[in-house]
Structure formats: C-alpha cells, structure tokens
C-alpha cells in the first residue's frame, strides 16, 4: 500500500496525517505527506490584508512576509510528521513544492502509484464544508480517498 | 499523548500565552486541541449500496484491514420514491416487479461484498429496504464513525470517475470521516 496525505497547514490536514501514519503502521505502508504552497493564495491573502490596513504600499512585503510564514509553518508541521514516522520506523517522505494546488498534487498522484489519497474534511477556511481541493482533485482520483473529520 | 501534548505547547499555549482559552474559544476551527488530535477508531463502518454500485475496488478492502475490530453494516437501498412513481403511473403490480428486480440485484451484490470482508476476518451486517438514499444515509450516518460511499451511489455519472450528485453531497454534509471510493 502507498499512502498519499495532502498537508495544507490546517489542523484537519495534521488530523488526517496522524490518522494516516496509523494506517500505514498498522499495514507496513509507504508513505509521501505532500503540501502545496500556492502562490496565487498568498497573493490573494496580501491583497485582503492591505485593504484592510491601508497599507498597500507594503502589499509586496505583505505578500512575502504570508509566503515565508506559511512555508514555515507547513514545514514545522512536516517535520513533527517526519519525527513522528521515524519514531515508528516507517517507510516514509515529506514533500513541499511550489504551483497550483490541484494541478500540482495530481501530478504527484499520477506519478506515485498510490493505492489511498487521505485528507482533512476542510480546508484553512474551515467554514467551507470539505474543502473547494476536494471537488477539484475528487474526480481525477481513481483510489479510494479517505476524508477525515 | 505526551507526544501531542507537547506539540499543542509549542504550538499554540507558548505562543498565545495567558489568551490561549479566549483564542481557543473565539478561533476554535484554526486550533486543534488535544482532545481533537486523536486517532480515529473506526469501530463501526456503514456502506451504503444501490443499483448503481457494482464494484468495489481491491485497494478499498485492503483500507478496511487496517481497521481493529470493526464492525461493517452493509445496507442495500432501493429508491422509494421511484417505486412511488412507478405505483402511480403504472400500477402497483408494475412498483412489485421493479421493486423485486432491484432487490435481486441487490442482494447479489450483498451476497458478493460480504464475502470479501468475511474472507478478511471482517464482521458483516446486512440490510436491504426501499428509502431514500441521501436523507436516509445522512441520519444513519451519525450512529457511525466512518462512512464509505461509492462515487456511483445515487447515479447520475457521467464517466468513470465522476462523483454522483448523491456521493458528493453525502461526502460535503456528513459530520463523520468518509471514503469515497
């Protein structure tokens, strides 16, 4: 079995990425936890926030200042995981790359011959029942997907 | 859990300090507690089936082996309200007969899903009856702790892999973990 977990920096995501290390210690499985930082959001978050404080003469700082935070914060989150998958002796990786989040975690399904996809049941905006990443990878997947709440 | 506690200090009671329960309460759906970072235990497992399921995949059993001690209840919906039309515009011999014939395939399909579970040392339950496959599977939903719903339950797809209307709305609205398979 190989397991794909999609890590986005919210706590469902960390949720269904301890949920999945259990599954694949219970079956001896291989295990990629994969993040996406999508530049589009961070551009979309400094824009909101120079709005908000009048401030849009610092949007680019803004906007860097989102990106490292974010890229931090899932690295922290992918190192815990990582620890935590060696603590058990796991066959396993973390991934972080940079693009479009749909486009770049089904490049990295088709590529990983994986036989289950497990995510968090939302996203960063948690009010958005399952997250929009769900309708926009669901179809293209042809495992199950295990959605953890 | 020595583990994650000190992982919720770090995260979140070092950095917010003495705020840390007015920002627990007030932004609870960014923060994950400790009584949120805990292993689902899959005990009960509901799988929804209809006329629009036919196969389920290898790499779905081989999930449901990673559960300890679970219990499967396998229920075989036939839709009411399509039996109701059928009463009313062609008679109620005509509702029997499609009721039966989908009721045959069901418990076909019942017959062969068990026995794969079985074969894995899994405990099986099974159900049949005529209802509504969205509202139903919603309010049994709540009575387990994962439900797995087919991509074709309900119908309605286009390829393939399309998702049905009713799996996806299932998948959006239920308060319990789900596979969709």
Known sequence: MKILVLLDGSKWSYKAAINAIEIAKKKDAEITIFSVIDKDETRAAAFYLCRQSNMCDLVNEHEDKIYRDLKKSIGEDLNELTLNMNRMNLEGRSKIVEGRRDEEILKEFESGDYSLVVMGAFGKRSNIRVGTLFNGISTAINVPILIIR | ?181
């Open chain 2, 1 to 181: 859990m020595e583990y994650f506690k000190s992982l919720i200090n770090r995260k979140f009671k070092d950095v917010v300090g003495s705020r840390y329960k007015d920002v627990l309460k007030d932004y609870r759906e960014f923060l994950l507690t400790e009584e949120e970072i805990v292993l689902c235990d899959f005990k009960r497992i509901l799988i929804p089936l209809d006329i629009f399921v036919s196969e389920v995949p290898e790499d779905f059993y081989d999930l449901l082996t990673a559960f300890d001690e679970t219990e499967i209840n396998l229920v075989y919906i036939t839709d009411s309200d399509v039996i109701s039309i059928i009463n009313d515009v062609l008679g109620e011999d005509a509702g029997r007969e499609y009721q039966a014939k989908k009721e045959n395939y069901g418990r076909g399909l019942l017959e062969k899903i068990s026995g794969e579970l079985e074969s894995r040392g899994i405990t099986v339950n099974r159900r049949l009856y005529a209802g509504r496959k969205w509202d139903d599977v919603e309010a049994m939903s709540e009575n387990y702790d994962l439900v797995a719903v087919s991509k074709s339950f309900g119908g309605g797809r286009g390829d393939e892999n399309e998702i049905s209307p009713v799996a996806q709305r299932l998948v959006q609205q239920m308060n319990v973990s789900s596979v969709l398979y």
